[in-house]
C-alpha cells in the first residue's frame, strides 16, 4: 500500500547533540511538510516542500532544517535541541500545497525525546 | 493571520450519547478538512468541504460547512468507544497555500 513512513518511532538525543529525522513516501505527492505536536496541542506547521521548494513557517526557529533530495524522501534536522523541542514530529504529504482537494497523509511520527 | 478556533476542547460522554465539536475561522475559508487522531496515532483524514452550506455524513457522522464558509461542525450521533480521540478541523483561507488546524477537540467515552 503507498504510505507515508517516518523512522524511527521513537528517538532519544541529548540536548544540544543534532539529530535527524527521516521521512520517506510511495505516494509521489508533490509536496512534503514536516509538523511538530506537542501533547493535546494541534499540529504545528514547520515547512514544508513543495517539489523543490523550500516554504519555512515564519515562526520557525532556526534550530531546525530540512532536507528534500529526492521526490520520496525528506529529512527534518535539529541542530541543537532543546528541552522544549520534545515532540511528536509528523511527517506528512500531499499532491498540492495547502491539501486543496488533497487531503494531508501522515506518517506515524516520530517522537522524540530529549535528555 | 489566519485563525482557527475549535471548541470545545475536551468532551466526555457516555456511550450512545451524541457528540458535536465546532470549529470557527477569522477569514472566509476556501475548503475545511476534518482529521481524527486516535491516542497514540497520527491524524487520519475524513473529509473535506468546499461549498457554502455544504452537509456531509459518513455513517454516523455528520459534517456542516457554513453559507458564510467561516464555520464548520462535526456531530457524531450515538457514540461508540471507536469514536475515541481527538478531532481536527483544518482550513485553508481563500488564496492561501496551507491548511491551519483548530485545537481539537478531545473526545473520551464512558462505555
Known amino acids: 500500500d503507498a504510505m507515508v513512513i517516518q523512522n524511527p518511532r521513537y528517538q532519544v538525543t541529548q540536548f544540544g547533540k543534532p539529530v535527524t529525522l527521516s521521512c520517506s513516501q510511495t505516494?509521489?505527492?508533490?509536496?512534503m511538510y514536516w509538523y511538530q505536536q506537542k501533547s493535546s496541542q494541534a499540529p504545528k506547521l514547520l515547512f514544508h516542500?513543495?517539489?523543490?521548494?523550500?516554504?519555512n513557517e515564519a515562526d520557525t526557529p532556526d534550530n531546525f532544517q530540512s532536507r528534500r533530495p529526492n521526490t520520496s524522501f525528506c529529512f527534518l534536522d535539529i541542530r541543537s535541541p532543546g528541552l522544549g523541542d520534545a515532540a511528536m514530529y509528523l511527517c506528512a504529504t500531499s499532491r498540492t500545497p495547502g491539501g486543496y482537494n488533497s487531503p494531508l497523509h501522515f506518517g506515524n511520527g516520530t517522537r522524540l525525546t530529549v535528555t | 493571520g489566519q485563525q482557527v478556533m475549535q471548541i470545545p476542547q475536551y468532551q466526555h460522554v457516555q456511550e450512545g450519547e451524541d457528540f458535536t465539536t465546532y470549529c470557527n475561522s477569522s477569514?472566509?475559508?476556501?475548503?475545511i478538512q476534518w482529521y481524527k487522531q486516535r491516542p497514540g496515532g497520527h491524524p487520519v483524514f475524513l473529509i473535506q468541504?468546499?461549498?457554502?452550506?455544504e452537509v456531509k455524513k459518513q455513517k454516523r457522522l455528520t459534517f456542516q460547512f457554513g453559507e458564510a464558509k467561516k464555520n464548520s461542525s462535526l456531530h457524531i450521533t450515538a457514540t461508540q468507544t471507536t469514536d475515541v480521540g481527538t478531532y481536527f478541523c483544518a482550513g485553508r483561507g481563500q488564496g492561501a497555500q496551507k491548511l491551519v488546524f483548530g485545537q481539537g477537540t478531545r473526545l473520551t467515552i464512558n462505555p
Open positions: 516542500y513543495y517539489d523543490k521548494d523550500f516554504n
Open positions: 505516494l509521489n505527492h508533490n509536496v
Open positions: 477569514t472566509t475559508l476556501s475548503n
Open positions: 468541504l468546499v461549498k457554502s452550506g
